[in-house]
T-cell receptor, first 114, second 110 residues
Framework: DTGVSQDPRHKITKRGQNVTFRCDPI?????LYWYRQTLGQGPEFLTY????????KSRLLSDRFSAERPKGSFSTLEIQRTEQGDSAMYLC????????????FGPGTRLLVL | RKEVEQDPGPFNVPEGATVAFNCTYS??????FFWYRQDCRKEPKLLMS???SGNEDGRFTAQLNRASQYISLLIRDSKLSDSATYLC???????????FGGGTRLMVKP
């Protein structure tokens, strides 16, 4: 399967704990995006990388959230001191930089904060 | 007001029916438009891009009205497998993110 992969697929944690999610984009895609989706809503943009550079961050991305893409391939999203309001599906997407605006999504990581 | 607005539905239609979804967007700088499909508890998948002249892909037809900032999706001859949430998506050329509507839920019944 050469699509976007995410790990873990599900995570249950207690409030106050730190969690880290991983995204592996489609191999030739240099652009990577993180979104968050809550029940009944469309995905909301969190942050964007072009290669290893984080070029855009949403105001939704509080200081408890940090994302990295150290070698321009996989990316990690860390949430520190989780809160119940962080419970959501975290989606990663990637796209090629060549004449395509289409983003392809991974299966997501479903986070539940108790 | 949300940047991309959709009727959440659900739209309940019989197999074989024609159904249309509408979407409005508020940012006049939006330049790229898409419809994504999302099955329950799955990731969004690109259904089709929407071009200014309108475009068709099999049973699916998308239309864009830039003056009214309005996008539509028409599904003909609905199949049971079309049951899903349809997300209207816009993008400005200045930004890199996609802005999603809340989705319209379609249920096709036998």
């Amino acid at each position: 399967d050469t699509g976007v992969s995410q790990d873990p697929r599900h995570k249950i944690t207690k409030r106050g704990q730190n969690v880290t999610f991983r995204c592996d984009p489609i191999s030739e895609h240099n652009r990577l995006y993180w979104y968050r989706q809550t029940l009944g809503q469309g995905p909301e943009f969190l942050t964007y990388f072009q290669n290893e550079a984080q070029l855009e961050k949403s105001r939704l991305l509080s200081d408890r959230f940090s994302a990295e893409r150290p070698k321009g391939s996989f990316s990690t999203l860390e949430i520190q001191r989780t809160e119940q309001g962080d419970s959501a599906m975290y989606l990663c997407a990637s796209r090629s930089g060549f004449n395509s605006q289409s983003q392809y999504f991974g299966p997501g990581t479903r986070l539940l904060v108790l | 007001r949300k940047e991309v607005e959709q009727d959440p539905g659900p739209f309940n239609v019989p197999e074989g029916a024609t159904v249309a979804f509408n979407c409005t967007y508020s940012n006049s700088a939006s330049q790229s438009f898409f419809w994504y499909r999302q099955d329950c508890r799955k990731e969004p998948k690109l259904l089709m891009s929407v071009y200014s002249s309108g475009n068709e892909d099999g049973r699916f037809t998308a239309q864009l009205n830039r003056a009214s900032q309005y996008i539509s999706l028409l599904i003909r001859d609905s199949k049971l497998s079309d049951s899903a949430t349809y997300l209207c998506v816009v993008k400005t050329n200045a930004g890199n993110m996609l802005t999603f509507g809340g989705g319209t839920r379609l249920m096709v019944k036998p």
